[in-house]
Nanobody, 122 residues
Framework: QVKLVESGGDLVETGGSLRLSCAAS????????MAWHRQTPEKQRELVAA???????DYGASVTGRFTISRDNAKNTMYLQMNSLQPEDTGVYYC????????????????WGQGTQVTVSS
């Protein structure tokens, strides 16, 4: 089993920045893909960003150029630096993990955290 714990969600003004963290523990696969998805009341859960074990990244179109995903494999921790935040970035951000990048992109990862709330005020 793998446990994922998110932190860093907060209330921020438009144009502000936040850094989310996801700490993984348990039997983590060596080639695990880690990602952030977000859920808003208006939209289905969408991929924000993903990162492979080797550091290859993939971003959702709405966050490209504003968000940066990274991971520290030695610490089993993933980060999401979010800049130029907009009200439409508001939602619950979920850390997730799978050995398949395809499953991650589909939002069907095997392991999920509980989520952290990000609220951007206008």
């Amino acid at each position: 089993q793998v446990k994922l714990v998110e932190s860093g969600g907060d209330l921020v003004e438009t144009g502000g920045s936040l850094r989310l963290s996801c700490a993984a523990s348990g039997r983590i696969p060596n080639l695990a893909v880690m990602a952030w998805h977000r859920q808003t009341p208006e939209k289905q859960r969408e991929l924000v960003a993903a990162i492979t074990a080797s550091g290859t990244t993939d971003y959702g179109a709405s966050v490209t150029g504003r968000f940066t995903i990274s991971r520290d494999n030695a610490k089993n921790t993933m980060y999401l630096q979010m800049n130029s935040l907009q009200p439409e970035d508001t939602g619950v951000y979920y850390c997730n993990l799978d050995i398949s990048l395809l499953q991650v992109r589909r939002g069907t990862s095997r392991y999920w955290g509980q989520g952290t709330q990000v609220t951007v005020s206008s």
